[in-house]
């Protein structure tokens, strides 16, 4: 049963164009991330919020940026997309608390980016 | 095994079989974390082990941890179809990242 809900699912863009990604996550969690997936299935963290606190950020391009209008919500903009960005973009949860070490991450199904 | 710049393992078994995919890390760990993907689906955790525990069972699931190796294993006992997945390994170090091994893709057949 998913309790964190991304949208859209799949995105064709072209390069150069600007893109916006939505995660919401209803299990009251504090923490919420953004990672990316690439065709070998690597997953690469990118961004953790704890409480729309930025407390994860990763060696991205500046092009990407989070946004967090509270902690439910987790939303990734990527200005000027790249070929390289074609990926699947993952957001996920986490109801991490301070220095505890399960750090379980409960994900969305995804969001698929194709670059043409 | 998974870990590092390694490409994505694939292990490919008869329906009834036992596999066991491993997994090696680099830095400190207080637990680690094993997810299965399904096509088209985010990873989920199936079992997850702590750094003062050797062995948790979870069903057909039998995590193992020897962190003065730094490696974990995840056995699967039985394998049936519905094990086909993608299945990574992670490490956290109680810091305010899980980071993910490159993953083992099982293909289970009938």
């Known amino acids: 049963e998913t309790a964190v809900f991304q949208t859209p699912n799949y995105h064709v863009t072209q390069v150069g164009n600007e893109v916006s990604f939505n995660c919401k996550q209803t299990?009251?969690?504090?923490?919420m991330y953004w990672y990316k997936q690439d065709s070998k299935k690597l997953l690469k963290i990118m961004f953790s919020?704890?409480?729309?606190?930025?407390?994860v950020n990763e060696t991205v391009p500046r092009r990407f940026s989070p946004q967090s209008s509270d902690k439910a919500h987790l939303n990734l903009r990527i200005k000027s997309v790249e070929p390289e960005d074609s990926a699947v973009y993952l957001c996920?949860?986490?109801?991490?608390?301070?220095?505890?070490?399960?750090?379980?991450?409960?994900f969305g199904a995804g969001t698929r980016l194709s670059v043409l | 095994s998974q870990w590092g710049e390694e490409n994505l393992q694939a292990l490919s078994i008869q329906e009834g079989e036992d596999v066991t995919m491993n997994c090696s890390y680099k830095?400190?760990?207080?637990?680690v974390h094993w997810y299965r993907q399904d096509s088209g689906r985010g990873p989920a955790l199936i079992i997850l082990?702590?750094?003062?525990?050797r062995e948790k069972r979870s069903g057909r699931l039998r995590a193992t941890l020897d962190t003065s190796s730094q490696s974990s294993s995840l056995s699967i006992t039985a394998a049936q179809c519905e094990d086909t997945a993608v299945y990574f390994c992670?490490?956290?170090?109680?810091?305010?990242?899980?980071?993910f091994g490159t993953g083992t893709r099982l293909q289970v057949s009938p």
């Open positions: 299990l009251g969690h504090d923490t």
């Open positions: 996920a949860s986490s109801p991490r608390t301070g220095g505890s070490s399960q750090n379980t991450l409960y």
């Open positions: 830095t400190y760990t207080t637990v």
């Open positions: 919020y704890n409480n729309k606190q930025l407390i």
């Open positions: 992670a490490t956290d170090s109680n810091t305010d990242k899980v980071v």
């Open positions: 082990i702590r750094s003062n525990e």
